[in-house]
């Protein structure tokens, strides 16, 4: 498997560590789901195809299965 096709989820993707995170799996060819209870989709634009923003509290379980 390639890096190519893996994909990770970052929760709390939207600031502080999150967002570090999210920026070096997709420099190192990852593509992420940034899921974050704070609506803000900048960070995801930013990474371009590479990243979706999904509106999201992990504390919330029937939100969280729909990723």
């Known amino acids: ?4 096709s893996r994909v990770a ?8 560590m999150g967002v570090g995170i999210a920026r070096k799996l997709v420099q190192n060819g990852w ?3 940034i ?3 704070q ?4 960070l995801a634009e930013e990474l371009g195809n590479a990243a979706t923003y999904y509106n999201c509290n992990v504390a919330d379980y029937d939100r969280f299965v729909l990723l």
Do not use: C, L
Not at 9 to 16: A, L
Not at 39 to 42: G, M, Q, S, V
């Open 1 to 4: 498997m390639t890096t190519s």
């Open 9 to 16: 989820i970052v929760t709390g993707g939207n600031s502080g």
């Open 31 to 33: 593509k992420v789901a």
């Open 35 to 37: 899921a974050d209870i």
């Open 39 to 42: 609506e803000n989709k900048k």
